[in-house]
């Protein structure tokens, strides 16, 4: 992967060069632009890019010596700070204006007011200008490489899923099952979860980002489960509802397939060229047919990658496009208060209908089960 990440760096600081000049460095400080650049995940790392091709990673001192690089990255050179306390985006700061650099690109979105001032008193030289969100909007659409992690995270997920649906869980606690699923994703390869593992039951059913507690499984109650595995740094996510005990009951069957019908609206116009805010039009349109159109909340779904979260967000004043080889997720859900809801996230990838459609990442049945 080093040539593909020299790539990377090299479509940047072409980009940066573009608006800044050639003399313009840029410095990367965002965890997940910093591992999308380099393959690198120590923790602290920045990334600065210097005048004439030189690229230097500058981590922790105490993590320098681990070297945690992709293996043949011979085009990153790593570089510790001086001090043991020394703020790293200092450090590469310094190093830009040695190198030459008359300007240093950076990403105000991720700097603290105290960093940005620390940099323009480390460098007073540089003109310090604005990166923007450059890398995120080169991370947008993924290679084959990155698709192939977010397959691998899906299948690890899948697999967690199925082996809960398993075991017995009337009378288990929202928070045991949902560390009990943290553990398994690990059991089957993850790096960790992609995000907090979500266990909804009774009346927390269906709620978006429902924290777990201490509440007990009981016969009859919705339960919904959303996770995701982070694989290599990629992270996915999957969303499901299933009934406890008993047949479900009419009500509980009604909104389930109001959902359903729902969600596969939104899946099946995953298709380069469709605006995003057309996919989240259409999920919207079934649920406001029945009567629940703010139950969808702001948003039908948003792309996954390094971060669980990133663009683009399938909502209504969006007004990008999708592209081929996007991950998003598509995640509607009903809750209503007292008596739970439903919930249905999906991971796919945006491909064209000559290559089949959206592709599915995240398999496990969507069918209403009774556990």
């Known amino acids: 992967m080093s040539d593909v990440h020299l790539l990377r760096r090299s479509r940047l600081r072409e980009r940066c060069a573009a608006h800044g000049g050639a003399a313009c460095a840029v410095l990367v400080t965002r965890a997940a632009n910093v591992r999308y650049l380099t393959g690198s995940a120590v923790p602290g790392a920045v990334l600065l890019l210097a005048p004439g091709g030189r690229d230097t990673l500058v981590v922790p001192a105490e993590l320098a010596p681990a070297g945690q690089l992709v293996s043949g990255e011979r085009s990153l050179q790593l570089q510790a700070?001086?001090?043991?306390?020394?703020?790293?985006?200092?450090?590469?700061?310094?190093?830009?204006?040695?190198?030459?650099?008359?300007s240093l690109a950076v990403e105000e979105h991720d700097l603290t007011v105290a960093?940005?001032?620390?940099?323009?008193?480390?460098a007073p030289g540089l003109g310090l200008t604005?990166?923007?969100?450059?890398?995120?909007?080169?991370?947008?659409?993924?290679?084959?490489?990155?698709?192939?992690?977010?397959?691998?995270?899906?299948?690890?997920?899948?697999?967690?899923?199925?082996?809960?649906?398993?075991?017995?869980?009337?009378?288990?606690?929202?928070?045991?099952?949902?560390l009990e699923l943290e553990r398994r994703l690990i059991d089957?390869?993850?790096?960790?979860?992609?995000?907090?593992?979500?266990?909804?039951?009774?009346?927390?059913?269906?709620?978006?980002?429902?924290?777990?507690?201490?509440?007990?499984v009981e016969e009859g109650d919705f339960l919904s489960v959303c996770l995701g595995a982070r694989y290599r740094g990629y992270r996915c996510r999957i969303g499901r509802t299933f009934v406890i005990g008993t047949a479900p009951s009419d009500w509980q069957i009604e909104l389930y397939e109001l959902v359903f019908a729902a969600q596969r609206a939104g899946r099946e116009a995953l298709l380069p060229g469709i605006p995003c805010r057309e996919?989240?039009?259409?999920?919207?349109?079934?649920?406001?047919?029945?009567?629940?159109?703010?139950?969808?909340?702001?948003?039908?779904?948003h792309g996954v990658g390094l971060e669980i979260g990133e663009d683009p967000r399938l909502a209504p004043g969006v007004m990008s496009k999708l592209d081929d080889r996007v991950p998003v997720t598509v995640e509607p859900g009903v809750h209503l208060p007292g008596r739970g809801g439903v919930r249905l996230d999906d991971?796919?990838?945006?491909?064209?209908?000559?290559?089949?459609?959206?592709?599915?990442?995240?398999?496990?049945?969507?069918?209403?089960?009774?556990?």
């Open 81 to 102: 700070p001086a001090a043991a306390d020394e703020d790293g985006a200092v450090t590469a700061a310094a190093l830009a204006a040695r190198a030459g650099a008359d």
């Open 115 to 122: 960093r940005h001032r620390a940099l323009a008193t480390a």
């Open 130 to 178: 604005a990166l923007t969100c450059t890398v995120e909007q080169q991370r947008l659409v993924k290679d084959e490489e990155e698709i192939a992690a977010l397959r691998i995270a899906a299948e690890i997920t899948d697999h967690a899923l199925g082996e809960l649906l398993e075991s017995i869980l009337v009378g288990r606690t929202e928070r045991h099952l949902a």
């Open 188 to 216: 089957h390869g993850a790096e960790g979860p992609a995000f907090p593992t979500s266990v909804a039951t009774g009346g927390h059913a269906g709620l978006a980002g429902h924290l777990p507690t201490d509440r007990r």
């Open 279 to 301: 996919v989240d039009r259409v999920t919207r349109q079934v649920l406001d047919a029945a009567g629940y159109g703010d139950a969808l909340g702001p948003a039908t779904g």
């Open 347 to 371: 991971t796919l990838v945006v491909r064209p209908s000559a290559d089949g459609g959206p592709e599915l990442l995240t398999i496990t049945t969507k069918e209403l089960l009774a556990l």
